[in-house]
């Protein structure tokens, strides 16, 4: 339970009065129900302005850019960014990728999560204000209400008012926009997974299949839903990053913060008064910090973990501090130990310079080298050896002993590749002449090959298992070749 000591900047505030209401009404002797969920109060945030609102329109920009366009762009004849499921293959431009290349999304995704902690302990939740996507979609959204339904105040007014004729044609438009935009977007993701030119004309001639029209419809309300109703509650109760983001966080840590030294006490004052005659600090408690904020929350409250460190109300308070002739920055990005001693002599750079820091660039800088330098060497020929199980060892003419293997053969490359097959590890090991060359691979094609590897009647070797060596070669390149290690039995 929350002590009714517990500060004014705390979050959990809230609770206090309710705590003491029940402990008057049991004095009184009636008992009172107390709700231990909050009722959701609808936001409506206020357009802003400014340097901050300037960097997340640009990476709007950029995330859908790159989201909504490069599924169209064509490489080689074919989409450039392709997971094709059905083949199991996945092109991204000149590399082709198959199921065997796992290991490469695991890189992928251990960068990820490194390139997270690093940006998290240097500025707290700046991917969660600026590049994610509820965040992004968010602000599409809410771009397309407000041109259709207009600003804060009119909106509020609205849904506060009567159930007109302009109220339902501007809410209809709204979730008409909302809709289509939702649907465009389910419709280029599945494009990643299934050819969109061709996902296209299925569209187009409704003949689209059951799982496409699934992944569109399901993306697309997920995108509707999440974007256009849940909006903040999505960050506050569904994204596991909020919840665990704090043990990430120091004192070193860049956040939104405000000045409390600077800005308190608030209060309204016009612009010809002396704050400082009034007794009051450079906050004028205009509330539009509140009123911008997409979560809702009141930053002068302190540190919260709702804050996406979206910077809305640094824009919207530096407005106001221009405005009213006060220097700007009573709410900026800053660390926790800045805030706390504004007049130390420590800089920003040693301070967000600090060992977790500099721990986290460093592992992210020498995965990303070796995950670099692994793409660069990487042979664009993949091979399988699988024994025959049907006929694992055999004695054939004039006393020779025949294993069969089955090679699947896959060329990841964008180029055709003729390839030469040899057999080695034991003395007397030798491939039928025409199994030596295998037909001519076609970009990106996977065949399997069996072959016939003979040991001689005039080597003697014991019962057994025998390690072999499968060495498979370009002939047009002779930097590709694949080595793959099997076993040759002797029968009893």
């Known amino acids: 339970m929350t002590s009714p000591d517990a500060p004014a900047g705390s979050r959990t505030g809230k609770v206090i009065p309710i705590v003491a209401a029940k402990q008057e009404a049991g004095a009184g002797g009636a008992p009172v129900l107390v709700s231990l969920y909050e009722k959701h109060r609808k936001i409506h945030p206020r357009s802003v302005s400014g340097r901050f609102a300037t960097w997340r329109w640009i990476m709007v920009w950029v995330t859908q850019l790159f989201f909504y366009g490069l599924p169209w762009l064509q490489w080689n004849g074919r989409q450039a960014v392709l997971f094709d499921l059905d083949s199991r293959r996945f092109y991204l431009f000149e590399l082709v990728f198959y199921p065997q290349d796992f290991v490469y999304l695991a890189g992928l995704l251990v960068i990820s999560a490194l390139a997270l902690f690093l940006f998290t302990a240097v500025a707290g939740r700046v991917w969660c204000g600026y590049a994610c996507p509820q965040t992004v979609y968010t602000e599409l959204f809410m771009w397309i209400e407000r041109r259709v339904e207009g600003e804060r105040h009119h909106r509020m007014r609205r849904d506060a008012g009567r159930r007109n004729l302009d109220y339902v044609w501007r809410k209809t438009l709204k979730h008409v926009v909302w809709g289509l935009l939702a649907l465009w977007t389910g419709f280029t993701f599945v494009g990643y997974f299934s050819p969109i030119h061709t996902l296209g004309f299925d569209l187009l001639s409704l003949r689209m299949g059951p799982w496409e029209a699934f992944w569109v419809l399901f993306y697309a309300f997920a995108t509707y839903g999440n974007a256009g109703w849940m909006r903040e509650q999505v960050c506050k109760y569904m994204c596991p990053y909020a919840r665990f983001q704090s043990a990430m966080f120091d004192s070193g840590t860049l956040i939104v913060g405000y000045d409390t030294a600077r800005g308190e006490p608030r209060g309204a004052r016009s612009r010809k008064q002396d704050p400082t005659k009034l007794g009051l600090g450079d906050c004028v408690d205009c509330t539009l910090c509140v009123q911008v904020c997409p979560v809702g929350i009141d930053i002068r409250d302190g540190l919260q973990y709702e804050c996406i460190s979206c910077a809305a109300c640094i824009d919207a308070c530096d407005t106001v501090m221009t405005r009213v002739g006060y220097a ?35 592992l992210l800088g020498a995965i990303c080298v070796a995950f670099v330098l692994s793409m660069w060497v990487r042979v664009p020929l993949k091979v399988d050896v699988i024994r025959d199980r049907a006929t694992l060892s055999r004695i054939i003419d004039d006393g020779v002993i025949e294993n069969v293997y089955r090679l699947h053969l896959m060329n990841a490359s964008e180029r055709a590749q003729r390839l030469r097959i040899d057999v080695s590890g034991l003395p007397g090991l030798s491939l039928p002449a025409a199994e030596r060359l ?4 076609a970009p990106a094609q996977a065949v399997n090959v069996v072959v016939h590897v003979h040991l001689s009647a005039d080597e003697v070797l014991a019962p057994g298992s025998h390690p072999i060596q499968f060495t498979i070669q370009e002939l047009d390149a002779h930097d ?9 039995l002797v029968p009893r």
């Open 328 to 362: 700007p920055g009573l709410i900026r990005y800053a660390t926790g130990n800045t805030l706390a001693n504004p007049h130390g002599s420590r800089s920003l750079a040693r301070t967000v310079l600090r060992p977790r820091v500099l721990v986290y660039g460093a």
């Open 438 to 441: 295998t037909p001519v691979l």
């Open 480 to 488: 590709i070749r694949v080595q793959e290690k099997s076993v040759f």
